[in-house]
């Protein structure tokens, strides 16, 4: 851990996913009847709770923790994800979105355009 890093900090060394047991392999028996009996079930449940949601921390850092941000995140913005200001909010999401597409000239020049960023150097 880096010393800027705190404990439970949401900064990830790689962009690549994580994967574990359950998302390497075939689902078993038991998941593939859940998915066909009881998801959507599950799903229509869980968005009806997101109905009052509002941007907040903890919605933030899991959206930024599901794009794998790095070190450069912390870097170009100048506080850690979880130090984040509400309006910083939206700014993150780009930055984000942004390191995630900055491997391939042409890939960050498409994320540019989805977000209708205008840059001099590219």
């Not at 900064?11 to 047991?21: C, T, Y």
């Not at 998302?23 to 009881?38: I, K, L, M, Q």
């Not at 020049?109 to 590219?122: E, F, S, W």
């Amino acid at each position: 851990m880096s010393p800027r890093e705190k404990p439970g900090s949401i900064v990830r060394q790689s962009l690549a996913p994580v994967r574990n047991k359950r998302t390497s392999r075939r689902p078993d028996a038991e998941t593939r009847r859940w998915r066909r009996n009881a998801r959507l079930k599950s799903v229509r449940a869980a968005v009806a709770a997101t109905k009052a949601l509002r941007w907040n921390r903890r919605l933030i850092e899991a959206v930024l923790e599901e794009l794998y941000v790095d070190d450069h995140f912390e870097e170009l913005l100048g506080r850690a994800p979880g130090d984040l200001r509400p309006g910083q909010y939206a700014q993150a999401i780009a930055v984000a979105l942004i390191l995630r597409h900055s491997w391939h000239p042409d890939d960050l020049a498409c994320m540019l355009k989805r977000l209708n960023l205008r840059v001099g150097d590219m």
